[in-house]
Antibody, heavy 118, light 112 residues
Framework: EVQLVDSGGGLVQPGGSLRLSCAASGFTFSNYWMQWVRQAPGKGLEWVSRINSDGSVPSYADSVKGRFTVSRDNAKNRLYLQMNSLRAEDTAVYYC???????????WGQGSLVTVSS | DVVVTQSPLSLPVTLGQPASISCRCSQSLLHSDGNTYLNWFQQRPGQTPRRLIYKVSNRDSGVPDRFSGSGSGTDFTLKISRVEAEDVGVYYCMQGLHWPPTFGQGTKVEIK
């Protein structure tokens, strides 16, 4: 089955760190750019980060630049998002998303909830 | 960043009646390759978003043919020919041509 499975979310204090993981299966992971999209409670969708197919070119939204790091392990079919210096406004469900081209976003993980609160 | 504006933000509809959502972008989404990179997503209550339509008018596998997309340049429309109960949720348009990708605010479709 073609799928993305998100994991790693949880409750963290402001200033803390968390690493999200996304396990891909059923397709050739290394052929695709991958992205992270988040959704704050009751809000819309916001693009967070992307990484190209071989992991050499990451990109970030201004709101997370310098704090978040995206990476991938094509041998393990996994995508990661290392989140440091977390803020209350980072509270959201984080979705791993497959991108065949031009942000086509054709396959989504089920999401990982990250709550930043003291 | 390209601004994507949807209207209306709330859309109460009667079962079996049509519904239409507008999406306007601050820049043209027409690429030199001839494609226009505008997608529509559906998010049912409590569920993950799923793509319904890509490149303006191409329905994804499994999407009922009552959903259709149209438009060009900066103005786009998602239409539901006859709304069914399972169509309740929030619909987002998203442009993928200009970096970073940007979403509309979402349109909440509910049954009257």
């Amino acid at each position: 089955e073609v799928q993305l499975v998100d994991s790693g979310g949880g409750l963290v204090q402001p200033g803390g760190s968390l690493r999200l993981s996304c396990a891909a299966s059923g397709f050739t992971f290394s052929n695709y750019w991958m992205q992270w999209v988040r959704q704050a409670p009751g809000k819309g969708l916001e693009w967070v980060s992307r990484i190209n197919s071989d992991g050499s070119v990451p990109s970030y939204a201004d709101s997370v630049k310098g704090r978040f790091t995206v990476s991938r392990d094509n041998a393990k079919n996994r995508l990661y998002l290392q989140m440091n210096s977390l803020r209350a406004e980072d509270t959201a469900v984080y979705y791993c998303v497959r991108d065949p081209a031009y942000a086509a976003f054709d396959l989504w993980g089920q999401g990982s909830l990250v709550t930043v609160s003291s | 960043d390209v601004v994507v504006t949807q209207s209306p933000l709330s859309l109460p509809v009667t079962l079996g009646q049509p519904a239409s959502i507008s999406c306007r972008c601050s820049q043209s989404l027409l690429h030199s390759d001839g494609n226009t990179y505008l997608n529509w997503f559906q998010q049912r209550p409590g569920q993950t978003p799923r793509r319904l339509i890509y490149k303006v008018s191409n329905r994804d596998s499994g999407v009922p043919d009552r959903f259709s997309g149209s438009g060009s340049g900066t103005d786009f429309t998602l239409k539901i020919s006859r709304v069914e109960a399972e169509d309740v949720g929030v619909y987002y348009c998203m442009q993928g041509l200009h970096w970073p990708p940007t979403f509309g605010q979402g349109t909440k479709v509910e049954i009257k």
